[in-house]
């Protein structure tokens, strides 16, 4: 089947998940998670990108962010690229390809997804059996988000501000998100759009992004569809 290809629009949200190459790990000492964020930040700093959540795991990174234009994307993630692979190659004396082809997006209804998309991303050390409580994982954006804790990679979107009238609220109102299970047909729809390089929303967002591109795009499972017993 043939891929199909990224849409990337102004203002938008977009959920990217990166692999490394044959599910290798593309981390492996606290240094490398400190260099990838620190040039992640001044990728996105210097092409006009907001990042709004991340996770860094041993072998793949989650990032949700907000491109000012939708070439600013692209230009993120080569910058990143070209800092950090060389890296991670002359450190560990390889060579190659460090990461599985190209990245995979979805766009995001913010109004319908982002929040679902945050604990989806900010939970993955818990689905991973790595921590049970997300504050735990020191890679990640929940602290940022949750905690209040300074991180400069980080600009908080807009909908966190309808949490709370200040500061200490909004936290607190973060953090009690995650105490509700995120449904499983919900990390499916998230999976299956970025499987599938598809938004991720409404019908009306749908709608918007085909008013905007000519192109009607949304996520399908795959396979025949079941038959129904009349």
């Known amino acids: 089947m043939p891929r199909h290809p990224r849409i990337h629009l102004d203002g938008v949200?977009?959920?990217?998940?990166?692999?490394?190459?044959n599910r290798q790990p593309c981390f492996f000492t606290t240094a490398d998670y400190l260099a990838y964020l620190e040039w992640l930040g001044d990728a996105a700093r210097r092409?006009?990108?907001?990042i709004h959540a991340y996770v860094l795991?041993?072998?793949?990174v989650h990032l949700l962010l907000t491109p000012g234009d939708a070439q600013a994307v692209s230009r993120?993630?080569?910058?990143?690229?070209?800092?950090?692979?060389?890296?991670?190659?002359?450190?560990?004396?390889?060579s190659g390809t460090l990461w599985e082809g190209r990245y995979k997006s979805?766009?995001?209804d913010s109004e319908a997804y982002l929040m679902a998309c945050m604990r989806y991303i900010e939970l993955?050390?818990?689905?991973?059996?790595?921590?049970?409580?997300?504050?735990?994982y020191r890679w990640s954006s929940y602290r940022s988000n949750a905690l209040g804790e300074a991180v400069d990679t980080i600009t908080a979107h807009p909908l966190l501000a309808g949490l709370g009238q200040d500061d200490a609220t909004r936290q607190a109102a973060y953090r009690e998100l995650f105490n509700q299970v995120l449904p499983d047909t919900t990390i499916g729809d998230i999976r299956l759009a970025l499987n599938q390089t598809q938004p991720l929303g409404s019908s009306r967002f749908f709608d918007a992004i085909e008013?905007?591109?000519?192109?009607r795009r949304e996520a399908?499972?795959?396979?025949?569809?079941?038959?129904t017993e009349l």
């Open 13 to 21: 949200p977009l959920h990217i998940v990166q692999r490394g190459h």
């Open 47 to 50: 092409n006009g990108c907001q």
């Open 57 to 60: 795991m041993t072998n793949h």
């Open 76 to 94: 993120m993630m080569m910058a990143l690229g070209r800092r950090y692979v060389p890296y991670v190659n002359a450190t560990y004396q390889r």
């Open 106 to 108: 979805s766009l995001i």
């Open 124 to 136: 993955n050390p818990v689905r991973a059996g790595i921590c049970t409580d997300p504050a735990h």
């Open 211 to 215: 008013l905007a591109t000519g192109q």
């Open 220 to 227: 399908k499972p795959r396979g025949r569809p079941r038959r």
